[in-house]
Every structure is written in C-alpha cells, then in structure tokens.
C-alpha cells in the first residue's frame, strides 16, 4: 500500500498507543516507524522478541547514517527489530538532541517507507505506519507527509482538542495541497482524524465533529473513532495483564483497519508486473521458416535480420478415408499428394470390410474367401453385405462399387469383425450370437 503518518497537534491523545495497535491488527505486513522528534518510547515499554531490551542504536539512529550514502526501501529491515509479539519496528531516537543528526534526510526517509509497498522482492514488501508524535510549524516529521498516502491526526473528544485539530488540518492542507481548498480532499496525501472517545455516544459525537471539519472546509473527515480504554492501553504497552486481543481498544482500532484497508486499499494497491511468457516449444516465436528466437544484438554490430529456413508449405491436416486410413503412404497422410484412387475392387477380389463409416478400420481383402458352400446372413439390422460366392466378381454385385453407404439410418453401427470380448460372468459367445444380440 503506502505510508501512513500518525501525528497529534497538542497533549497526549495515544498517537504511540494507537500506531502500534494500528500496526499489530493491520491486515498486511506492516513496518512501525518512531518518527518523533523528542524521542521514542518503545525501548521503554515493549522487550524484544528474545525477551531482552530493544537496542536503542539499532533504528533511526543507524537509519541515519546509511541514508547519507544513499537508502534503498529494502534497507529499512537491516534497522529493524521484532517486539515480543512478533511486531517489527524501527525504534526511534534516544532524545530531541539527536534529531538534529536527520536534517536534510527526512525526504530521503519518507521516499524510502513511500517506496517499501513497491518493492519487487514480495518477501520485503510492507506498509509503514509512522508514529510523528506532536507536530507544529517547525518539526521537522512534517518532511514525511508529503510522501504519505493518508496523514491520520489523532485527537480527543474535548472541545480543545477538537478546536485545535481543526486549526492544524487547515494548516496542514494550506502546506500540502495550497490555498485551493477545493480539491483537498481528493489530493494526496489525504487527512484523516481519529477521535478518541468514550464508547457509549461516540457515533452522534464522531457526526458532530466530522460536520464541523466539513463545514470549515479543514479538508479532514473522521476516520475512525478510536476507544477510550486506558486499561487496554496499559495492556498494549505491558504494564499490566490481561488478553489485550479482548479489550475495548484493540477491537475499535481493528474496525479502523478493516475500513481504512477497505476504502482506500484499492487504490494504494501495488500494480501487478506483467509476467513474461514461457518460449514456445523449440524456441520459435510462432513465425514459420525462422531458427529459434532472434539473437541478442552484440554491441558495436548493427543488428541484422533473424535467420531464416526455406519454409515449407503447410500441410493437409490428416483425415481419414476409406481404405487405409491413418498409414504413410495414404493420400490423405500429411506430405503426400495424389487424389483419391477408385475403391471399386478390381475383379478377383473381395470387397473392403468396415471403413469409418462403420466404425472400424476398412481392410482390403487380398483374395476371394475360400469358404465353400452358403454363407451366413448379414446381423439383423446390420449393413454389412455377405461376400460374394466363389468365382464371382464383385464388379456385377450391386452395392460393391465405390464408397458404400448404408441404404437405411440404421439404428447403431454394426460391431467389428473381431469377437467380442466376454462380459464377466457370461459364457462364452460365437460372432453370430454377439452380433444377434
């Protein structure tokens, strides 16, 4: 997706407790940034994984240093640590006075998290959730904003509080997006206010301040209403026990996941990558007459054209026809050329049994059949003549000459010469009883 800068304008609302909730129930990975200017909390509050005290020179300090020389997004993970639950962060500074080492490397800092959604190595990929603590005129946290995707403002349900978050967003959108006001809310970065409140009432008030910050034109809206739940909070940070998963304030902060991941999500999406398609089998590119795929121009020759083969005409596709389909040799196999000889036998020799036309492959009879005496009658219903009596040619029997075709729609084709194979648990049949039945 993007970057996503949490701030607040005055007092403590949560900005630190509601990033890392925010971050923890975010529903792709997620990399929390410490991006306040007066220092970071975590070394304080949370341990690391392996249970011991986050290392305070392993994160925006470090971060600093790398990004004179150039910051690439996938470096921000050589800074990173893992919380006991498994959340990654970059820890922030120690103190104010360290912030003075990052002037001129917040741009660089908020392109790199910008950046980081994008990546090509899917395994690197994240969104970063960046905690900006307290921001006026002259922090310099503000740099990261115009990189971001969605500025969210945290404040409470005082009146204060809501009259000065107002104040700030119309600054806010005055340095961002300039003195038109008109298209500020449609611009990027977008400005966001989550309101933190009691839980009873809190929809009429979340109504009563997003249509203040409508109707002086701010270019904020409520995002989300974030729960007062101060022993949820102390649960977050580890002061206390409990299942934090259960508490009023995590379950508010997931319903602000789910929405913002729902409305803005389309469009923070990364672009897919068009996937390059595997060559064609023997390396051609479809065209006929060329040697496998173009070489690769060598530099300093002109590139000439793709070598090509004398092509060779498209064959016929294979069909089957009378006689002996399906064999080198056949008019119809592809390669050969030649028109369809007569079917009508010559005298002498039998007729040809089967064909497609019968369902099974036509065989030329060499010579007449050597049976003597009356031959058996054609299957009910079939439409294979008998063969022709012994010392008769088969040039005078009617039905004999050319491509034979059924004189009647017969209701099933007529089985094969072959016998047929025995059904489990029958005795064995002659040809004539299988063709019978």
Same mark, same amino acid.
């Given at each position: 997706?993007?970057?996503?800068?949490?701030?607040?304008?005055?007092?403590?609302? !949560?900005?630190?407790?509601?990033?890392?909730?925010?971050?923890?129930?975010?529903?792709?990975?997620?990399?929390?940034?410490?991006?306040?200017?007066?220092?970071?909390?975590? =070394?304080?509050?949370?341990?690391?994984?392996?249970?011991?005290?986050?290392?305070?020179?392993?994160?925006?300090?470090?971060?600093?240093?790398?990004?004179?020389?150039?910051?690439?997004?996938?470096?921000?993970?050589?800074?990173?640590?893992?919380?006991?639950?498994?959340?990654?962060?970059?820890? $922030?500074?120690?103190?104010?006075?360290?912030?003075?080492?990052?002037?001129?490397?917040?741009?660089?800092?908020?392109?790199?998290?910008?950046?980081?959604?994008?990546?090509?190595?899917?395994?690197?990929? #994240?969104?970063?959730? #960046?905690?900006?603590?307290?921001?006026?005129?002259?922090?310099?946290?503000?740099?990261?904003?115009?990189?971001?995707?969605?500025?969210?403002? =945290?404040?409470?349900?005082?009146?204060?509080?809501?009259?000065? =978050?107002?104040?700030?967003?119309?600054?806010?959108?005055?340095?961002?997006?300039?003195?038109?006001?008109?298209?500020?809310?449609?611009?990027?970065?977008?400005?966001?206010?989550?309101?933190?409140?009691?839980?009873?009432?809190?929809?009429?008030?979340?109504?009563?301040?997003?249509?203040?910050?409508?109707?002086?034109?701010?270019?904020?809206?409520?995002?989300?209403?974030?729960?007062? &739940?101060?022993?949820?909070?102390?649960?977050?940070?580890?002061?206390?026990?409990?299942?934090?998963?259960?508490?009023?304030?995590?379950?508010?902060?997931?319903?602000?996941?789910?929405?913002?991941?729902?409305?803005?999500?389309?469009?923070?999406?990364?672009?897919?990558?068009?996937?390059?398609?595997?060559?064609?089998?023997?390396?051609?590119? !479809?065209?006929?007459?060329?040697? $496998?795929?173009?070489?690769?121009?060598?530099?300093?020759?002109?590139?000439?054209?793709?070598?090509?083969?004398?092509?060779?005409?498209t064959p016929p596709p294979?069909?089957?026809?009378?006689?002996?389909?399906?064999?080198?040799?056949?008019?119809?196999?592809? $390669?050969?050329?030649?028109?369809?000889?007569?079917?009508?036998?010559?005298? $002498?020799?039998?007729?040809?049994?089967?064909?497609?036309?019968?369902?099974?492959?036509?065989?030329?009879?060499?010579?007449?059949p050597q049976a003597v005496?009356?031959?058996?009658?054609?299957?009910?219903?079939?439409?294979?003549?008998?063969?022709?009596?012994?010392?008769?040619?088969?040039?005078?029997?009617?039905?004999?000459?050319?491509?034979?075709?059924?004189?009647?729609?017969?209701?099933?084709?007529?089985?094969?010469?072959?016998?047929?194979?025995?059904?489990?648990?029958?005795?064995?049949?002659?040809? &004539?009883?299988?063709?019978?039945?």
């Open positions: 997706m993007a970057l996503i800068a949490l701030a607040a304008d005055k007092g403590a609302p !949560g900005v630190t407790t509601a990033a890392v909730a925010l971050s923890a129930v975010w529903p792709r990975r997620a990399l929390l940034a410490e991006m306040d200017t007066a220092g970071g909390d975590l =070394v304080y509050r949370s341990p690391a994984a392996n249970g011991r005290p986050l290392d305070p020179n392993t994160g925006l300090l470090s971060l600093a240093a790398t990004a004179r020389r150039g910051l690439a997004a996938e470096q921000l993970w050589d800074h990173s640590q893992q919380l006991s639950g498994g959340l990654e962060v970059l820890v $922030g500074l120690g103190n104010a006075e360290q912030s003075a080492g990052l002037a001129g490397q917040w741009d660089t800092l908020g392109r790199a998290f910008a950046t980081l959604a994008d990546s090509p190595h899917p395994q690197l990929a #994240a969104d970063v959730i #960046a905690d900006c603590g307290r921001i006026g005129p002259e922090t310099a946290s503000v740099a990261l904003f115009p990189h971001a995707a969605l500025v969210l403002l =945290v404040a409470r349900d005082e009146p204060e509080q809501i009259a000065r =978050v107002r104040d700030r967003a119309l600054a806010l959108t005055a340095r961002l997006h300039g003195a038109g006001r008109g298209m500020a809310p449609l611009a990027q970065p977008m400005l966001g206010v989550l309101l933190v409140c009691q839980a009873q009432g809190a929809a009429k008030v979340a109504g009563q301040v997003n249509d203040m910050l409508v109707a002086s034109r701010a270019g904020a809206q409520i995002v989300g209403v974030l729960a007062h &739940d101060p022993m949820g909070a102390e649960q977050l940070a580890g002061r206390r026990r409990g299942r934090v998963e259960r508490s009023l304030l995590v379950r508010s902060v997931r319903k602000i996941a789910t929405d913002i991941h729902q409305q803005y999500g389309a469009a923070w999406a990364p672009t897919a990558r068009p996937q390059q398609q595997p060559p064609a089998a023997g390396g051609g590119q !479809g065209r006929v007459g060329t040697r $496998g795929p173009a070489p690769a121009p060598v530099a300093g020759q002109p590139a000439g054209p793709a070598e090509t083969l004398p092509s060779a005409p294979p069909t089957e026809r009378p006689g002996q389909p399906g064999q080198p040799g056949h008019p119809g196999w592809p $390669g050969q050329s030649g028109s369809v000889p007569d079917r009508t036998p010559p005298p $002498g020799q039998g007729p040809s049994y089967g064909g497609p036309e019968y369902g099974a492959p036509g065989r030329q009879s060499a010579a007449p005496g009356p031959q058996p009658a054609p299957a009910r219903g079939g439409s294979v003549q008998s063969e022709p009596p012994r010392g008769e040619s088969a040039r005078g029997l009617k039905g004999f000459r050319g491509r034979r075709r059924p004189t009647a729609p017969q209701p099933a084709p007529a089985p094969a010469p072959t016998p047929p194979v025995p059904l489990p648990g029958s005795g064995e049949r002659t040809p &004539d009883e299988g063709a019978a039945s």
